[in-house]
């Protein structure tokens, strides 16, 4: 279990302790009572998370199990008491950060690790029959029993969606702090408390992508290396790079994954469609804006600039669910490609964390001022990027 000798460090500057034990009033004066409470909260919930894996040990073999693919990788010299103070951190730090701290989160992931294992091993079977069961296989059979099981998976995950998702309605009275933004900064502090320094930027990355996973309502499982190296250079990169973003474990979700890569030429071209564009834009941006935003965004999704890749998602209805998902996964590569040009020393991992949490604060900060003007901000925000800044004006001249 975690360390009791190791107790949560108070964060500096907007995201001030965490600390639930022997926090002193100076320490909580300098803080924002109301960014105070949601610290207290989360605080909380690590507590819960720490007694949750240290109570029942079935509870903390299948959270392991699920979380192994993102967990800190371990150096040479780092004894066994270190790897599992190491394993226990990071478990309760990904239930925490997602609002799972809970009998009902744990079970809810405790039922995914059981039925992604049990799909993969019926694929596996059916790959290789010398491994399957003593019950006669049959291929129609088989695949009936995964279907099954992937809509049962789908269900419990949007469920885990809902959970985590969830933290973006805590919020003081005042509005001005949401458990939902705060809760990555309050991992983050803490972080830097229990893990060795050459540890906490992989430690951050991992956290990013599987609160990701799990507030998305994907299945969850490593994102393969070589769709991790993917840069935002062909339609077919972003093709292959959307549907394994969502889709990522091998074997679960096939066929979802294959109709999601044959639907990508489509999704692709979606928005050089004028009636498509003029439809979507209609309402929700001011018509003396329309001719612009139309030539901003006629393009194929992997042409366009991020900023109107954010609007063409923010316009774009929830229930085309496979274009909102492929808009958002070009946000990611795009931003990713960028934050690679920029640094070329970024691990593939830490550029992908980086272009995801930068992708869903793009599209954040247009609500800011409520749902309905989300896309006039954006609007608003893609024509400025458009309009060359004075100096620009005064160098072309």
Same mark, same amino acid.
């Given at each position: ?47 819960? !998370? ?38 226990? $951190? ?75 998702? !969830?933290?973006?309605?805590? /919020? ?26 050459? /540890? ?53 979700? $096939? ?20 009636? $498509? ?50 808009? /958002? ?15 070329? !020393? ?52």
């Amino acid at each position: 279990m975690i360390s009791s000798s190791t107790q949560l460090s108070p964060l500096t500057g907007a995201t001030s302790p965490v600390s639930t034990t022997e926090n002193t009033q100076t320490e909580k004066a300098a803080v924002n009572p109301e960014l105070q409470t949601l610290q207290d909260v989360f605080s909380d919930r690590l507590k819960k !998370a720490e007694s949750l894996l240290s109570d029942d040990l079935y509870v903390r073999d299948d959270i392991y199990d699920l979380f192994r693919p993102f967990a800190p990788s371990h150096n040479a010299n780092d004894s066994d008491r270190c790897i599992e103070r190491d394993n226990d $951190n990071f478990a309760a730090l990904a239930l925490a950060q997602c609002n799972l701290a809970s009998i009902q989160g744990t079970l809810i992931l405790q039922q995914v690790n059981d039925i992604q294992n049990v799909i993969i091993k019926k694929i596996i079977s059916l790959e290789d029959p010398s491994v399957a069961t003593s019950e006669e296989p049959t291929l129609e059979r088989d695949l009936g029993a995964i279907s099954r099981e992937e809509q049962t998976l789908e269900a419990l995950e949007r469920d885990l969606g809902a959970i985590s998702r !969830a933290d973006n309605q805590i /919020k003081p009275k005042s509005g001005s702090y949401c458990m939902g933004i705060e809760r990555q900064g309050f991992a983050e502090k803490q972080i830097e408390a229990w893990f060795q320094e050459d /540890k906490q930027q992989r430690v951050k990355d991992a956290l990013i992508l599987l609160k990701n996973q799990i507030t998305s309502g994907g299945d969850i499982g490593p994102i393969g290396a070589q769709i991790m190296k993917l840069k935002l250079e062909t339609a077919g990169d972003l093709a292959t790079f959307s549907a394994n973003f969502k889709y990522p474990n091998p074997g679960i979700f $096939n066929q979802a994954r294959e109709e999601l890569l044959n639907k990508s030429s489509d999704l692709e071209q979606h928005f050089t469609n004028k009636e $498509n564009l003029t439809r979507a834009l209609q309402g929700n941006v001011p018509e003396d804006q329309m001719e612009q935003l139309i030539q901003a965004l006629s393009h194929p999704v992997s042409e366009m600039s991020t900023k109107a890749m954010v609007l063409a998602s923010i316009i774009t209805h929830h229930t085309e669910k496979d274009l909102k998902s492929y808009l /958002k996964a070009a946000q990611i590569l795009s931003l990713k490609t960028q934050a690679q040009a920029d640094n070329p !020393a970024l691990s593939d991992r830490t550029a992908l964390a980086m272009g995801l949490e930068r992708s869903d604060a793009m599209v954040r900060e247009h609500y800011q001022g409520g749902e309905k003007w989300a896309a006039r901000n954006a609007a608003d925000a893609l024509i400025n990027s458009l309009t060359p800044m004075p100096e620009d004006l005064t160098t072309t001249a």
